[in-house]
């Protein structure tokens, strides 16, 4: 009974390897903090995505902010983009970095600042049926873990876009953008 469990688990991870391109250890290794092999066939060059996009957080590596190299965007966020990329090429990317407060599904004002304002989230746009699919990877548990996404908002009445954002959380604080520290 035992040994068929493990087969198995073995047998999914190597289908979920091959259908997303990872390394079958990587979403395991990732969720306990480390970092996961290259794919293969993926760049052996140390820090260097196998997409050629931003590289890998090191484990332990704080959230910096945003820079040229990752698009103006958080560590997290640029990692995270990469893979909806991969993942979703039919979904449009509608922005990231956005000096805005948070816009309500009802339609109302808000004095909260956006996790846009620190460049640290993303909104997708498109078919509905391929941004439930975008909601449903996003809330995986590897996912949230590997790309430490915070929130997942799908489309509501006022917005017509999924909107994901990481951590750390920025809560209760005043962006750069609008002269906090």
Not at 124 to 149: C, D, E, Q, S, T
Request: proline letters at 12%; aromatic letters at 8%.
């Amino acid at each position: 009974m035992t040994a068929g469990l493990i087969l198995a688990f073995l047998a999914y991870l190597l289908i979920y390897a091959g259908v997303k391109g990872v390394h079958p250890w990587g979403p395991i290794v990732e969720a306990f903090g480390g970092q996961a092999p290259r794919p293969p066939g993926g760049s052996n060059v140390p820090g260097a995505s196998a997409t050629g996009g931003p590289p890998n957080l090191a484990p332990g590596e704080v959230l910096g902010p945003p820079t040229e190299a990752t698009g103006g965007l958080t560590p997290a966020a640029a990692k995270a983009k990469v893979a909806i990329d991969e993942t979703y090429p039919d979904l449009g990317f509608l922005g990231g970095p956005s000096c805005r407060k948070i816009k309500p599904h009802d339609g109302s004002e808000s004095d909260v600042w956006s996790e846009h304002a620190w460049a640290n989230a993303l909104d997708y746009g498109g078919p509905a049926a391929l941004m439930r699919k975008l909601v449903v990877w996003a809330n995986l548990p590897h996912n949230r873990l590997r790309f430490k996404i915070n929130n997942v908002i799908p489309p509501g009445s006022a917005i017509n876009s999924v909107h994901i954002d990481f951590f750390p959380s920025h809560t209760g604080q005043t962006p750069p953008c609008a002269g906090g520290a």
